[in-house]
Nanobody, 118 residues
Framework: QVHLVESGGGLVQAGGSLRLSCTASGSIFSINDMGWYRQAPGKQRELVAVITSGGSTNYADSVKGRFTISRDDAKNTVYLQMNSLKPEDTSVYSC????????????WGQGTQVTVSS
């Protein structure tokens, strides 16, 4: 059994910052890529940021320069530092972890709400 738990969401004013954390536990092993996604009501889920096992990162154009993804493999944790938040960042943020070697598996957390007021 694999369990992913996100934390760090909340309500902030525009221009503020939040740091999201996602920790994997249970029978997970050989963690590969880790990422953050978001989905607002009435919209499709979109990729926010991904970090590979080698530390390479990719970001959605809308968050480049404002968000930073990082990982701590010793803690099986991925972080998303969000600065200069905008109202359009309001969404449910979920983490995703690719793991297990071949065949690769993928697990999702339940999500954490981020609300940015103007």
């Amino acid at each position: 059994q694999v369990h992913l738990v996100e934390s760090g969401g909340g309500l902030v004013q525009a221009g503020g910052s939040l740091r999201l954390s996602c920790t994997a536990s249970g029978s997970i092993f050989s963690i590969n890529d880790m990422g953050w996604y978001r989905q607002a009501p009435g919209k499709q889920r979109e990729l926010v940021a991904v970090i590979t096992s080698g530390g390479s990162t990719n970001y959605a154009d809308s968050v480049k320069g404002r968000f930073t993804i990082s990982r701590d493999d010793a803690k099986n944790t991925v972080y998303l530092q969000m600065n200069s938040l905008k109202p359009e960042d309001t969404s449910v943020y979920s983490c995703n972890v690719k793991w297990g070697g071949w065949p690769w598996r993928s697990s999702w957390g339940q999500g954490t709400q981020v609300t940015v007021s103007s």
